[in-house]
């Protein structure tokens, strides 16, 4: 009963959202724009794509230097890809898939890279405040008069505080053994196979969070994240520019505040590859902040949104395909 009505509400609120895109958009306006823009620009924006998800794996490698196990970029990078294509059609699964495939590809228990994965989102969400404090810095209260929700009542809401308790949760579960002995008492009531296995993870997460007292490694892994960051902003100025847009200039800047504002919709959208959530704030974007039409605003979501998530959807699609192939014995 409450899958469905999840996926009610989800079903609901994508064409909510897909209705609020075309509710000013005239189709053939549409159809001008998308056929003259610079297709070689938007093919130079998909390498650039791939090399910020390049820089992911690498960083989430690294995150995982401490221990001794050896993880090869392939392997983390197809981990990368695959978790991002399954979140694309189930929203947030790949969070679980991700560390499941670096564990089938590597000797990494599967408690270390689950730990992991927290300390990477961690890293997230401080880059995307840190990002939001500097446009808005820069931008004075242009983005907060057009876009309240935005405001940092709202980022501490809905983003900050879950992921800080799920980092604060994991920190307890990994580094607690009291916290493990408790859990898994409680548990072992109910089912004691299912409390073994629990015991089993938790023993190891403790070595996903390791990475917190090395402090040597942190330069390059605050590096990468600078990097990623920035190869993210790319692909969306390299749309603007693919498009015929009368805009008197688009900077750097203009780029990475649109970043932002997308990626707060990313972060709070619920629905498979944030359809229609990241489509609606990328053309409010456009038009709120540069004065584009809506059939503009919604030609630049659409051609931001297939770069972006079709490279995850064929890139991860194809290499789980690949893996299963090679799982599966002739």
């Known amino acids: 009963m409450k899958r469905t009505l999840r996926i009610v509400l989800v079903t609901l609120l994508a064409l909510g959202a897909t209705w609020y895109v075309l509710r000013n958009v005239d189709g053939r306006q549409l159809l001008t724009v998308l056929e003259s823009s610079n297709v070689w ?5 998909i390498p650039v794509t791939i090399a910020s998800h390049v820089v ?3 960083r989430w490698r690294r995150l995982l230097s401490h221990i001794p196990t050896h993880i090869r970029l392939v392997d983390a990078f197809n ?4 978790g991002y294509a399954a979140s694309i059609v189930i929203p947030r699964s790949g969070e679980l898939l991700r560390p499941a495939m ?4 590597t000797s990494i228990p599967i408690g270390t890279s689950m730990s992991s994965i927290v ?3 961690m890293l997230d969400v401080l880059a995307l405040v840190v990002g939001i404090v500097f446009v808005v810095l820069l931008s004075g209260q242009r983005i907060a008069s057009q876009f309240p929700e935005i405001s940092s009542a709202g980022i501490i809401t809905s983003i900050v505080v879950p992921v800080v308790l799920i980092v604060g949760v994991t920190l307890v579960l990994a580094l607690s053994q009291r916290a493990q002995r408790l859990i898994t008492r409680t548990v072992g009531r109910c089912s004691p196979t299912i409390a073994v296995k629990l015991r089993r993870i938790m ?5 996903g969070v390791g990475i917190l007292q090395k402090a040597h490694a942190w330069p390059m892994v605050l590096a990468e994240t600078a990097v990623m960051w920035l190869l993210y902003t790319v692909p969306l100025w390299l749309v603007v520019e693919a498009l015929p847009l009368q ?9 990475f505040t649109l970043l932002m504002v997308i990626t707060v919709g990313i972060a709070v959208a619920p629905t498979p590859g944030a359809l229609g959530v990241y489509h609606g704030f990328a053309q409010t974007a456009l038009v709120k902040l540069h004065g584009t039409t ?5 030609g630049f979501a659409l051609l931001a949104w297939v770069i972006n998530y079709g490279v995850q959807l064929l890139l991860g699609g194809g290499l789980l395909v690949a893996y299963r192939r090679k799982q599966t014995p002739t």
């Open 119 to 121: 300390i990477e989102r």
């Open 247 to 255: 805009l008197p200039s688009f900077t750097a800047l203009d780029a």
């Open 79 to 82: 981990a990368v890809m695959v």
């Open 102 to 105: 670096l564990t089938a590809r």
């Open 294 to 298: 809506a059939d503009e605003g919604l």
């Open 203 to 207: 023993r190891t997460m403790s070595d």
């Open 56 to 58: 992911r794996a690498d």
């Open 41 to 45: 620009l938007l093919v130079l924006a």
